[in-house]
């Protein structure tokens, strides 16, 4: 299992609704980012990970996304008080950094509908 | 930060025809530019990508162009098969990742 793993695949919640999704990226890899895609549109970026360095969380769309990664590896993307708008595939990706490292590789996403 | 841009989002193509996307970006401290192709229900994957001291790369049936003056990148795709079929996305990455909009390509046999 060397890629990327997303869960849930699919999660369907109600309008107003805490979920969190879990992202566990390829071992070593020290980069991690998160997307969002909704229906037929591109990737949104949210929030990206380097090492030990802050988090670059200027696409986070309001303060009810949040993200965290514990010990450099697993992360978790929150969304807090879930809105119909919400509803997309959020997409992960981890690499390593420098050169031929700057590869991303996604994981399959996880479908959010907020109903 | 960066800003990529990418035309066009949709391209329907005769099967053997010959497919171009375009890509431009804004900060030109920029200097790596992958390409990702997306199939239905599935993460991207990296079909080919290029560094900013190469103007041009080629793997087989698809090939990478790169202006860095004009900051423009396109992806071209020659003889295109149906299983060409997809999403594809470029991006543009100094110290993160910024994608395209997407071009939804569809090869028809």
């Known amino acids: 299992g060397a890629g990327v793993s997303q869960s849930p695949s699919n999660k369907v919640t109600e309008k107003g609704k805490d979920v969190e999704l879990r992202c566990d990226p390829i071992s070593g890899h020290t980069a991690l980012y998160w997307y969002r895609q909704s229906l037929g549109q591109g990737l949104e970026f949210l929030i990206y990970f380097q090492g030990n360095s802050a988090p670059d969380k200027s696409g986070l769309p309001s303060d009810r996304f949040s993200a965290e990664r514990t010990g450099g590896s697993v992360s978790t993307l929150t969304i807090q008080r879930t809105q119909q708008e919400d509803s997309a595939v959020y997409l992960c990706a981890s690499s390593l950094r420098g050169g031929e490292k700057e590869k991303l590789f996604f994981g399959s996403g996880t479908q959010l509908s907020v109903l | ?109």
């Open chain 2, 1 to 109: 930060g960066e800003n990529v841009e990418q035309h066009p989002s949709t391209l329907s193509v005769q099967e053997g025809d010959s497919a171009v996307i375009k890509c431009t970006y804004s900060d030109s401290a920029s200097n790596y530019f992958p390409w990702y192709k997306q199939e239905l229900g599935k993460g991207p994957q990296l079909i080919i990508d290029i560094r900013s001291n190469v103007g041009e790369k080629k793997d087989q049936r698809i090939a990478v162009t790169l202006n860095k003056t004009a900051k423009h990148f396109s992806l071209h795709i020659t003889e295109t098969q149906p299983e060409d079929s997809a999403v594809y996305f470029c991006a543009a990455s100094l110290n993160d990742m910024r994608f395209g909009a997407g071009t939804r390509l569809t090869v028809k046999p």
